[in-house]
């Protein structure tokens, strides 16, 4: 019997589609789904473009599970891999693909994932402190709580949470667990609230919200995996293949930020005449700073409230191609590009 897999909608679908599916049009098309989660972009696009082959990546097993009832229909033209997305190098690499037409990144933490109330990662559920993605393989939330030093517990509350109240919840951290280790999400809830001044508590949400943020980044080393993926994006795309990459917190959309913007600027040195092919930038972007979800997707997904779009297509002709296989789609301008009705920010 399959497992009934959840009820989901994806983060800003229809843009993800549009930005991607120029470059996907070619009879041999593959995209990689970087965190295909349950496969609602990925089904998207399937039912879309009848050629298209993708390859999944997840860390989440459960997720993998989920994605592979899903994408049944469409079980001949897809791959499922168990891997973080930090490994895709190594997998194009297994399955014979040095390039790919498109790359998909849905980062940060999963609906399905929150849902789970046995997973730790919802300050509103009582669940074991676990919080990793992959739970056959790390440490978890609780022993990140009983063994760090209070100068680390602080370091990573400030770090991923931008808790400014990160001294304190630290020192409350090692007074209690001095007591009894912390064992579960309401027992840390409860201490962070006790640990941070009474006004802070009536104002912003629950108050152990950037705390559960910044266990969640650290158990997982979520901003890790991201610094090594993305310098692999340029070498992984082939020319006129395109990247997506939706983004939930500063630290993630920070990173994505910087390496795309270092990747679409000329190297050229001032005043030279003539830009020369290995001055032009690999990577040109498709969108005027972030774009953020509109209110109808925010109110068809909540987790869309808080999400950073930004997207780049691998340019032809540059030094960078000597080694590149064939490219993909075709090129369309940046009126086409910005068609799409969405919030933007400047960023």
Request: one cysteine or more; proline letters at 7%.
């Amino acid at each position: 019997m399959h497992e009934q897999v959840p009820a989901h909608v994806p983060v800003m679908l229809d843009r993800c589609v549009q930005l991607l599916e120029p470059a996907l049009l070619r009879p041999d098309a593959v995209l990689v789904d970087a965190t295909v989660g349950l496969g609602g972009h990925t089904h998207a696009l399937l039912s879309r473009l009848p050629q298209l082959r993708v390859i999944g990546l997840d860390r989440d097993p459960a997720a993998l599970r989920s994605a592979s009832h899903r994408l049944q229909p469409f079980a001949g033209r897809v791959t499922l891999v168990h891997a973080v997305f930090d490994e895709l190098g190594e997998v194009l690499d297994r399955l014979g693909y040095p390039q790919v037409c498109g790359l998909l990144f849905d980062l940060g933490v999963s609906s399905m994932q929150l849902d789970e109330a046995g997973r730790g990662f919802a300050y509103s559920r009582c669940a074991p402190l676990d919080m990793r993605m992959d739970n056959t393989a790390g440490h978890t939330a609780a022993q990140v709580l009983n063994t760090y030093s209070q100068a680390e517990l602080t370091s990573v509350l400030r770090r991923y949470g931008q808790e400014r109240f990160a001294p304190a919840i630290a020192r409350a951290v090692v007074r209690r667990r001095a007591q009894a280790p912390l064992h579960s999400s309401d027992e840390l809830v409860e201490l962070v609230r006790s640990a941070i001044p009474a006004p802070a508590r009536r104002t912003g949400g629950n108050p152990a919200k950037r705390t559960f943020q910044a266990l969640r980044i650290e158990v997982n080393d979520e901003l890790g995996a991201l610094a090594r993926v993305l310098p692999q994006i340029v070498s992984r795309l082939a020319p006129g293949g395109r990247v997506v990459l939706l983004s939930y917190h500063s630290g993630e959309d920070t990173a994505v930020k910087r390496a795309l913007r270092q990747a679409s600027t000329s190297t050229a040195p001032p005043g030279l005449p003539v830009e020369l092919p290995e001055h032009a930038p690999p990577l040109r972007l498709l969108v005027r700073g972030a774009e953020q979800a509109d209110a109808g997707q925010v109110r068809a997904n909540p987790r869309a409230q808080s999400v950073r779009l930004r997207a780049a297509e691998r340019v032809s002709g540059t030094g960078q191609d000597r080694h590149a296989g064939a490219g993909c789609g075709h090129f369309i301008t940046t009126h086409d590009t910005m068609s799409a009705t969405t919030t933007r920010s400047d960023d």
